[in-house]
Structure formats: structure tokens, C-alpha cells
């Protein structure tokens, strides 16, 4: 599985760097912009050269990877967000949670926001990766088919506060 896991990855980054890297700093969104319509400007990929970084988190990834001003932003099972360099995969910055973070982030006005399995939302300078808030919400719960998208049934339930 981990072996998959960076395989995946290494695919979905190079797909996503291959193709215009969002050059604006102020903002980013799965699916390229707030509306999600998946669209992209540009003029895609000529050829795949083979991975061209891989990083390994301690955990499943099940975000989306987030792109902008040249930075790959991903959570992970670890209970970590993480902030890489698009070029050569280096750690820039990393965010200890107290939970799982699956959700894919989002960037607005210089500033990440990204939900974690702890309870919060967290934002946070896009640069440094200082926090800047947290927001404790009143928990979530998880779809209810045992096993779905590969979670383990143990993860199934999070308690609200």
C-alpha cells in the first residue's frame, strides 16, 4: 500500500505540474477555482519524463494536492498538512494536527485554510505555515458504508466535543 500510495502521488503531482502552475499567490481551490469547474488554462502536457520527486508522509493521502506559486500543499493521515516545493519535493513547512487531515485546502488572500479530523479549521500563513487561527467546530461525522475510500472502520466515528 505505501509503495501505491507514492506512486499515486508522484503521478498526481507531475499531471499537476506539468501543466501551468497557478501563479497567483492570492488564491487556489480544488478543481482550480471556487466554483470547482475543473477548468485550467492552459495548454496541458506534451510528455510525461517520469517522476520527477516523490515525498513520503507517514500516512495515507487521501487530499487532493493544492498548487500555488509553486508549492504543493498535502494532507495526510499522519495528522499532518504539509507545504512542499513543486520543483524538487523538499519539505517547506509542516502542520502537526491533532486529528487526520483528508480534506483538500484551499488558498485565499495569502492565507491556507484546511480542515483536520481533530475538530478544526485551521488558517494559515502561506508562506511560513504559521497559524493564524483555529475555529473548533462541532465535529463530523463520516459516511456510513463500513470501509469506504479505504478508511478503516476504527476511524468511522468522530466524537463531537
Not at 500563513?125 to 476504527?154: C, M, N, Y
Request: with cysteine.
Amino acid at each position: 500500500m505505501t509503495k501505491f500510495k507514492s506512486i499515486i502521488i508522484c503521478i498526481s503531482v507531475a499531471l499537476l505540474m506539468a501543466c501551468k502552475s497557478n501563479i497567483n499567490k492570492e488564491s487556489a481551490f480544488f478543481h482550480a477555482d471556487s466554483s470547482h469547474s475543473g477548468f485550467y488554462n492552459t495548454l496541458g502536457i506534451k510528455q510525461l519524463h517520469g517522476v520527477k520527486w516523490s515525498f513520503k508522509t507517514a500516512g495515507r493521502v487521501f487530499s487532493s494536492p493544492l498548487i500555488c506559486d509553486n508549492t504543493v500543499f498535502i494532507g495526510s493521515d499522519d495528522s499532518s498538512f504539509y507545504a512542499l516545493n513543486a520543483k524538487d519535493g523538499k519539505l517547506l513547512w509542516k502542520l502537526r494536527t491533532a486529528g487526520r487531515v483528508s480534506s483538500s485546502a484551499a488558498i485565499y488572500n495569502y492565507k491556507v485554510y484546511v480542515i483536520s479530523f481533530d475538530g478544526y479549521i485551521y488558517c494559515l500563513d502561506q508562506d511560513s505555515g504559521k497559524e493564524l487561527w483555529k475555529f473548533k467546530t462541532a465535529g463530523e461525522s463520516v459516511f456510513a458504508a463500513p470501509g469506504i475510500h479505504g478508511i478503516p472502520e476504527r476511524d468511522k466515528p468522530l466524537d463531537d466535543p
